[in-house]
Structure formats: structure tokens, C-alpha cells
């Protein structure tokens, strides 16, 4: 028989539950790749331009789409899967494309009108939070304007990606990245003449490409989006999942909490803050768009009985191949930096302050993998206002260490970052555990404390290759690469 939905009518899974581990095995090259082409736009920019004050206007205003792409690949998905798994397939008034396609809208407008009031008030706020000289600040205002119609694109592509993903088309969606940058990179390369200011017409063409991607991955789809303004199911899925959607978004915002304390450093901070973020990002969304995004699709149409148990591989999956890939991009910070950005106008003198905050952000970014499906399961379980306080803390833990840490400038300001991911996985899991089935924790134990004895034991050695011809850097990566196979092997096992 159909389950009954919360939201109502009967439902049939949309597509069929998938074997986590394995399809994220399959599917991490893909994003590998389409993540690293993505990598793209940052190193350009920062070879183009540096970290100046014009790019530091350009960085602040592009806070708000970062995070509303944060909050689309997140809280977006968060509540459009739950809702879309218990709607019916069938093409109507109240089936899933008519759900999505009014999501889809009402994400755009939202963005819009979010947009434009920053836009509207920023010159005030700047004024008073920032350093920023007068011509700055117009310069910021202009960015925030011009960058509507890709706010527009991002917030609706987020709502269409999760139709995508909940049809299985994980390959399809993790292509999107490479669409959407390949045309960037194009569009900048010929508006450079223009400087930063050409850049919004080069996002919002990139966007727009991959927003006709995603409509081609849900074309003659059950989640083709059809035209409906306010479908039956789009108020209860909002009610419901309410919580969830602003929790997710606190725990968003602190990308732009982060770069308004940067703007009370010297001049280029917010670039250089950025960089070291674009470098983190890197690891963290190779596991949204492989390991992440599978689980939670695959969780939402599996019976409760069993999800249990599905969360303990891919909790088990991250303990055994994120610690040996953050233990080299720790000791190899210095190098990576160098490497990717020392050319043009980012010079050497920006590498070292870059590799720090990024030395800072990476302990960090396994405790926000482990608190993301973390999160995910405990919205599966109805805990909404659960996700809403994790939020809440989330961000006045990020805010008020960014105070506390702001004189040890923007390594202090990754630092409080991760100290605050840190905090929100030890909450988020605890409350999970108890409900866990029991499982064979050892082969991840012996990978994260093989690869926090590299790591540790590096820095304890002084050595820190600033080169990737250093061979230092290589001889340290065996250890690396040996935890890592041994992860894959066991994970299969």
C-alpha cells in the first residue's frame, strides 16, 4: 500500500533508495572534477585581480548570493526533499512539479526583494561596520545592484537542483558547477577590459546556463516544474518545514558575518578572507555533491526502520575518507596557496595570511560534514525545532567568536568558524547517537587518529612545504594516501 502523506495524498517513492557508499564512490570523481573547474573562477579572479579594495567591494557583495547558494544547496534541499518524496507523481494541481515550480518562483522573488533592500540600505551600514573609504562603498551598493538577476538565477536553480537529485540524476546535477563556470570564466575573460564591474554580467550568464541545465535534467520528468503560483502543497510544506528553512539559513549567514568582520581589518582583507574560503570550500563541497546529497535522497525513501542504520555508513564513510585528504591539505596549505593563486596580482606577500585562514578553516571542515548529515537525519526525524536551535547557536557562536578573535585577523575569523562547527556536530550528534544501531567503529578510529598523527606530527617537526616541488610535501602525502586506501578498502568491505 502508498504511505500516507503529512502534506496528503498518497505517495509513491519517486525514485528507488541507492546504495550510499557506493554511488558516492562513483559520483566523487564527477564532482571532482566539475567542483575543480569551478575552482576556476576565484584563481582567475584573484590572477586578474588581486586583493584590493575594489575586489573587496566585489567579495562583500557577493556575500549574499554565496549564501543564498549555501542556503540552496542546504536549507532549500532540506525542506523541498522531505516535501517532494511524500507528494504524488502524478502530473496535477498538487503533484510534485507543480510543488516545485511554485518553490521555484517564490525562491526567485525572495531573493530578489532580499537583494534589493540590501542594496536600498547597505551605504548606512557599511558606513558604520566597515572601513571602507566613500568610493568603496558606492562601489559595493553598485555590485549589490547589478548582481540581482544572478541572485534571481541562484535562488530558483536551487530549488530545481533538488528536483533534479530526488530523481537520482546526482551525475547531472554535479555537472552543473562546470556549466555554469565554463561560461563565467568565458564571460570574464571578455569583459576584463571592464575590470570587477563587468564581472555581474559574467555571473548572471553563467547562472542562467546552468538554470537551463537544470530544467533540461527534469525535462518530461514526474519533476518537470509546471507554472503555479501558489500550489495546494506549497503552504504545508512551508509550515512544516519552516524551522528547518530558517535554521539552515542562520547557520548561512555566517559567510556574510564573516566578511563584515573583515571589513573592520585593513584593506584587502575581505579578499584575502575569501580566497582562504574558496579553498575550503573545495573538500566541503566535493562531499555535498557526492556523499551528502546521495544519503539524504536515499534516507528520505527509505523506511524509518532502516534509516538507522543507513546513517551509520555514511557517518562511518566520512570518518574514513575526509580525515587523510584534510591531514594533506594541512600540511600542504602553504604550497596549495602558493600554487594556486601566486600569479598575476595576488602576490607573495598574500600567501602566507591566505594559508593561514585556510590552515584555520580546515579542522573544521570535518566537523561540518559530520554535523550536516547530522542535521539531515534529525530533520527525517521531525526534529525541526531541533535544526532551528542549532541554527540559532550556530550563529551567535560564529558571531561572538569573530569578535572575541578579530585582533588575530582573518585566521582568527576561520578560527572561530571552525570552533563553532566543532560545537554544533558535538550537539547535532549526540542527540542522534542514542538512536543509532550499534556498528564497527575501529577502522575509522584508526584512520583519524593515523591522520591527525601526520598531521600533528608535521607541525610538531616544523615542517611546512611551501612548494609542490618541496619533497618534503611528497614524502609526507604516502601516509596520506595510505589512510585513505585503507578507508576505501574498509568502507567496501
Request: proline share 7%; hydrophobic share 60%; glycine share 10%.
Amino acid at each position: 500500500m502508498p504511505r500516507a502523506s503529512p502534506i496528503g495524498g498518497a505517495v509513491e517513492p519517486i525514485v528507488r533508495p541507492v546504495s550510499v557508499g557506493r554511488r558516492s564512490l562513483l559520483l566523487l570523481p564527477l564532482a571532482l572534477v566539475s567542483r575543480g573547474i569551478a575552482f576556476g573562477v576565484p584563481v582567475f579572479l584573484a590572477r586578474w585581480y588581486g586583493a584590493s579594495t575594489d575586489m573587496d567591494a566585489f567579495y562583500y557583495a557577493i556575500g549574499i548570493p554565496t549564501f543564498l547558494l549555501v542556503v540552496g544547496t542546504s536549507a532549500v534541499g532540506s525542506v523541498l526533499v522531505p516535501a517532494l518524496a511524500r507528494v504524488p507523481t502524478e502530473r496535477g494541481a498538487d503533484g510534485a512539479g507543480a510543488l516545485l515550480g511554485g518553490a521555484s518562483m517564490l525562491a526567485g522573488a525572495a531573493a530578489v526583494v532580499l537583494g534589493g533592500a540590501l542594496a536600498a540600505v547597505l551605504p548606512p551600514i557599511l558606513r558604520a561596520t566597515s572601513d571602507f573609504d566613500a568610493g568603496t562603498v558606492d562601489l559595493t551598493q553598485y555590485f549589490c545592484a547589478a548582481l540581482l538577476p544572478f541572485l534571481w538565477c541562484v535562488a530558483v536553480g536551487s530549488a530545481l537542483r533538488a528536483g533534479v537529485e530526488l530523481q537520482g540524476r546526482f551525475a547531472w546535477s554535479a555537472l552543473s558547477p562546470m556549466v555554469r563556470t565554463s561560461v563565467l570564466l568565458v564571460g570574464a575573460a571578455l569583459l576584463r577590459e571592464r575590470g570587477p564591474t563587468g564581472l555581474p554580467i559574467a555571473m548572471f550568464g553563467g547562472m542562467a546556463t546552468e538554470l537551463a541545465w537544470l530544467l533540461a535534467g527534469l525535462w518530461r520528468t514526474p519533476m518537470q516544474p509546471s507554472i503555479a503560483l501558489w500550489p495546494s502543497t506549497l503552504g504545508p510544506a512551508l509550515a512544516r518545514f519552516a524551522p528547518v528553512l530558517v535554521g539552515e539559513t542562520l547557520v548561512a549567514l555566517n559567510v556574510v558575518v564573516d566578511k563584515i568582520f573583515a571589513a573592520r581589518l585593513p584593506a584587502g582583507s575581505v579578499s584575502l578572507l575569501e580566497y582562504a574560503d574558496r579553498a575550503r570550500v573545495i573538500p566541503m563541497t566535493l562531499f555535498e555533491a557526492s556523499l551528502l546529497v546521495v544519503a539524504f535522497n536515499s534516507w528520505a525513501l527509505v523506511p524509518a526502520e532502516r534509516r538507522g542504520a543507513e546513517i551509520v555508513r555514511a557517518l562511518r564513510w566520512v570518518l574514513m575518507l575526509a580525515p587523510p585528504v584534510l591531514a594533506g591539505l594541512w600540511i600542504g596549505r602553504v604550497a596549495a596557496v602558493r600554487l594556486v593563486f601566486e600569479h598575476g596580482a595576488f602576490v607573495a606577500e598574500d600567501t602566507l595570511p591566505v594559508a593561514a585562514a585556510f590552515g584555520a578553516f580546515i579542522p573544521g571542515i570535518l566537523a561540518a560534514m559530520l554535523a550536516a548529515l547530522a542535521v539531515k537525519a534529525h530533520l527525517l526525524a521531525d526534529r525541526a525545532r531541533l535544526v532551528l536551535v542549532l541554527g540559532v547557536a550556530s550563529f551567535a557562536i560564529n558571531a561572538l567568536l569573530d569578535e572575541a578573535l578579530l585582533p588575530r585577523g582573518i585566521a582568527g575569523l576561520a578560527l572561530a568558524t571552525t570552533i563553532a562547527s566543532a560545537v554544533i556536530a558535538s550537539l547535532s550528534l549526540a542527540r542522534l547517537a542514542p538512536e543509532l544501531p550499534p556498528g564497527d567503529w575501529r577502522a575509522p578510529a584508526v584512520v583519524l587518529m593515523g591522520s591527525l598523527a601526520v598531521a600533528a606530527g608535521s607541525s610538531a617537526a616544523g615542517l611546512r612545504p611551501d612548494s609542490i616541488a618541496d619533497p618534503t610535501l611528497w614524502a609526507l602525502s604516502v601516509p596520506c594516501f595510505g589512510l585513505l586506501a585503507v578507508g576505501v578498502l574498509a568502507g567496501r568491505a
